[in-house]
């Protein structure tokens, strides 16, 4: 039987972060996120779960990883503002190996920017905004559907690799309706934790499992350990000691590259007969696929990429269509930053250009195609 529902995506991402187990929510009201938190204060204590409205983002950020600590499935949700107040946390949850969901609604920056406007600007930030070295997984959601699916696969991996990950999603998703099937998607299947099989005095906390993740035991489970936002042993205690460090550094990067076939996500449209091919992801997708469906129709031989994890970046997937691909047109709202990261991956074996908008305003589909065809020239 089915639910079908016109829904908002920024709903669509609450509902499925609830499907997936989320049972506290801590965060602070900005807009175009709003709306996530609103439907987890009304949604959650059906489920028995905690909403608690904070001061600011950061103590938003350090309440969900205190929360995820007791064995709860967190998430918060922010955009850009509150997303660059959030760094210094999520980079202890990275160290600390806490995981938790932490959902950003991109809009225009930088700093207060254009609070309803859409943007894709945060690429980088949502890798690098934190100090140091570490792995990350980013996902970017299309459509109100993939919101809900996506919200459900990052509390999965966030649970499974035991380390923040984020939605990346924009103005132009958060906002927009669409139908999507509640029953179908409910479908999706749910990750847990692991909890330690050993008796609490043979207990080491950050010994990494076979994902190279650690196995840490809910506080007042009984079993004892010590988390810190210092480079730290398999114990959870800080260490100075240069093949322990290297290690634990090492494991925060290779957890998510050793691992990579799991994760990364991505959708090809038209790619197997394809000369050229357009990339695009999140809101700016839509008007590319558009685009791709126009320009197929005056008999051009156009494909769609479409990163759907774009930390890490399917750059396998993209490097296997290269040999028969003549150009690479990307487009995004920001100045080209996951443009820098395909022309890493495209390496010189075909062109690469883009359009690249920082207006506040939505690209067409007329748009793309006048820009490819301006950069064929």
């Not at 600007?121 to 959601?141: C, F, M, N």
């Not at 958060?174 to 299947?189: P, S, T, V, Y």
């Not at 350990?225 to 114990?235: F, I, K, P, Q, S």
């Not at 550094?249 to 990579?260: A, C, G, P, Q, S």
Request: proline residues 6%; charged residues 25%; contains cysteine.
């Amino acid at each position: 039987m089915s639910d079908i529902r016109l829904m908002q995506g920024n709903e669509a991402c609450a509902l499925g972060a609830i499907h997936a187990g989320v049972r506290f929510y801590a965060g602070y009201p900005i807009t175009p996120s709003t709306e996530i938190a609103e439907i987890m204060s009304e949604e959650l204590p059906k489920y028995g779960g905690k909403f608690i409205q904070m001061e600011d983002e950061i103590a938003g950020m350090a309440a969900i990883i205190g929360a995820s600590l007791t064995g709860q499935k967190t998430l918060t949700a922010t955009s850009g503002p509150g997303f660059s107040l959030k760094q210094e946390n999520i980079g202890y949850a990275a160290i600390a190996e806490v995981p938790c969901v932490v959902v950003n609604v991109q809009r225009g920056g930088p700093s207060t920017g254009l609070p309803t406007s859409p943007a894709q600007g945060e690429i980088y930030q949502s890798k690098y905004g934190s100090h140091g070295d570490r792995g990350a997984i980013v996902l970017t959601p299309s459509s109100v559907p993939e919101c809900f699916r996506l919200a459900v696969r990052c509390v999965n991996l966030s649970e499974k690799y035991m380390m923040p990950v984020i939605l990346l999603m924009d103005e132009i998703v958060g906002h927009m309706r669409e139908a999507i099937d509640l029953e179908e998607e409910r479908k999706a299947e749910i990750y847990d934790r692991k909890k330690p099989d050993c008796a609490p005095e043979d207990y080491v906390a950050y010994a990494p499992d076979e994902n190279g993740a650690p196995i840490l035991a809910p506080f007042g489970s009984g079993y004892r350990y010590h988390v810190t936002g210092l480079t730290h042993d398999e114990t959870g205690f800080s260490t100075m000691v240069p093949e322990k460090v290297e290690r634990v550094n090492r494991r925060l990067i290779d957890k998510v590259e050793n691992n990579k076939e799991d994760i990364v996500m991505w959708e090809e449209t038209y790619t197997d007969d394809a000369e050229d091919l357009i990339i695009a992801f999140g809101g700016a997708a839509r008007a590319a696929r558009e685009a791709v469906e126009m320009l197929r129709a005056e008999g051009e031989k156009v494909g769609l990429f479409r990163p759907i994890s774009v930390w890490p970046f399917p750059d396998a997937a993209l490097t296997a269509l290269l040999p028969h691909i003549k150009s690479v047109f990307v487009t995004e709202m920001n100045d080209g930053q996951l443009a820098g990261e395909i022309k890493k991956v495209v390496n010189g074996k075909a062109e690469v250009s883009g359009l690249f908008v920082m207006d506040g305003e939505i690209m067409t589909p007329g748009e793309i195609i006048d820009a490819w065809k301006g950069a064929a020239k």
